[in-house]
């Protein structure tokens, strides 16, 4: 399970390596994603708390990068925060999920993005519940939920 120090060696020390990696320019992941999707995955951007779409589901499922379809976290480690932002304690494996430190709006955190494709998903903190003791604060627009009913559709 990985640790608030595994996160922070991440962002120190280097990532780990993706699976597979996608690599798009500004101009095809414009023509992919909604205006709000771009902004938050490719800018950066942050949506509103208690706005988005997955914020208060909890259905069975795998949350997938809304840029690549890559798997990022699984229902079963999605938590109700309070936050107003879909909230996670670990991701669906360990080399999913990139870290960076985050320097911005005069304050040190720890920026989550796709280790896949670099979208942008939002930031990690030390403050969450036990075990892993991790706060994953994920934007809803950088998501699509896969649910368990559908995997099965297509299987
Ligand atoms: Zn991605």
Redesign the pocket.
């Known amino acids: 399970m990985l640790t608030w120090k595994n996160v922070i060696n991440f962002s120190v020390n280097g990532n780990p390596t993706p699976d597979r990696r996608?690599e798009k320019t500004e101009a095809e992941w414009r023509e992919l994603l909604t205006p709000e999707q771009f902004r938050i995955?490719r800018k950066k951007g942050t949506e509103r708390p208690h706005s988005g779409a997955l914020c208060s589901i909890y259905d069975a499922g795998k949350y997938?990068?809304?840029?690549?379809?890559?798997p990022?976290f699984d229902s079963t480690i999605k938590f109700n925060s309070g936050t107003g932002w879909p909230s996670f304690t670990e991701p669906i494996k360990e080399n999913a999920i990139k870290y960076e430190k985050d320097s911005s709006l005069g304050m040190v955190r720890v920026e989550v993005?796709?280790?896949?494709?670099?979208?942008h998903l939002g930031h990690v903190f030390p403050d969450g519940p036990e075990p892993s003791g991790l706060r994953y604060c994920i934007n809803s627009e950088s998501m699509t939920l896969q649910t368990e009913k559908e995997n099965t559709d297509e299987n």
């Not at 997938?64 to 890559?70: G, R």
């Open positions: 996608v995955t997938n990068c809304i840029c690549c379809d890559t990022l993005m796709c280790n896949t494709c670099d979208a």
